[in-house]
């Protein structure tokens, strides 16, 4: 089977100011990903911005790091249980996840939220122990804790090998040991492509694409985001729609858009393997697959979240 060697797609689990949006901002930096004129305006995945759209909240950011040859792909993930719904969505599109965690803290309550749901779709994290710098810091106790939850939560003799990085995300520093750190995140960049697995390669089948996330902007209109799970899609394609209900409808792809740095980024095709967003059809919804008239076969179904009428930020 051929692999798409120079993807990955990761997403990044934590509880709450354990260092996520951090953590990102330096990955960004450090690959360069950034041109060296282009300021940071704002931080990489909390920009605060909560779009709604018919009751579904989409908080989750979406980057892409251009290392050496690859690109990897990180979408963040919202850490509270009202929405589980889109943490699994999310956790779907993926082949591998960061879980973050405080080095004084330990592990905490989104902690044992994010990771339930991270081993229920049978991915085995690479473990962050993020903050080493901090004064305190008890990176083997915290292990042991993180250890400890893995078991608690039914981990697979698979997941439980989870490979670890010691990191201090606001120095930008990383290491497999805990005594030393190294004065870049390189040990980070390569676990993730040494450890998580590249997307196959079967673009010249069937597309399948599902929507996993909405987005909206007002010169495009309504924007899907998702993975295309198999074969080629191409903006002027005829596509059909298969929606949740049973129901189908057809559109044509008026715009791609794939992702580098915090920016979309027009594209005239996409395959197997990438995450990418799609404009062209007004009223699609989560959880509807993309796939040509002729080859109609649907994705499984995704889970949304009950729409929350009153939320607190
Ligand atoms: P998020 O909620 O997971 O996105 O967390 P943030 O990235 O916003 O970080 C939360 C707080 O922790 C901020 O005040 C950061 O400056 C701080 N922080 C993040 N990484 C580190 C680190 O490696 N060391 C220390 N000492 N503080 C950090």
Do not use: W
């Amino acid at each position: 089977m051929n692999h798409r060697e120079n993807i990955r797609n990761i997403a990044i689990i934590a509880h709450v100011d354990h260092g996520k949006t951090t953590l990102v901002d330096q990955l960004l930096r450090q690959s360069g990903t950034f041109r060296s004129n282009e300021h940071i305006e704002e931080r990489a995945m909390d920009s605060g911005d909560i779009e709604r759209e018919r009751g579904i909240t989409i908080l989750a950011k979406n980057t892409a790091i251009q290392y050496k040859d690859t690109k990897i792909n990180i979408l963040d993930t919202p850490g509270h249980a009202d929405f589980g719904g889109e943490v699994e969505r999310i956790l779907k599109m993926v082949d591998g996840v960061l879980l973050v965690v405080d080095a004084y803290e330990g592990c905490m309550p989104q902690t044992r939220f994010v990771l339930k749901k991270a081993l229920e779709q049978n991915l085995t994290p690479i473990v962050v122990v993020n903050k080493i710098d901090r004064d305190f810091a008890r990176p083997a106790e915290v292990i042991d804790e993180v250890l400890e939850l893995f078991i608690e939560l039914d981990a697979n003799d698979e997941q439980l090998e989870f490979p670890v990085i010691y990191a201090s995300a606001i120095n930008g520093t990383a290491s497999k040991d805990p005594e030393q750190q190294d004065e870049s995140m390189e040990a980070l960049y390569e676990t993730i492509l040494d450890f998580i697995p590249a997307p196959i390669d079967n673009r010249e089948e069937p597309l399948q694409f599902q929507v996993s996330l909405l987005d909206y902007n007002d010169y495009v209109g309504r924007i899907g985001i998702g993975r295309v799970f198999r074969g080629t899609m191409k903006v002027g394609q005829h596509v059909a729609v298969l929606k949740q209900d049973g129901t189908t409808k057809q559109f044509r792809v008026t715009k791609m858009f794939g992702f580098l740095g915090l920016k979309k980024i027009e594209i005239e095709e996409a395959f197997a393997g990438d995450l990418i967003a799609v404009s062209g059809m007004e009223d699609i919804d989560v959880g509807d697959t993309i796939c040509p008239v002729e080859h109609q076969e649907a994705l499984p179904i995704l889970h949304i979240d009950e729409p929350t009428l009153q939320m607190t930020f």
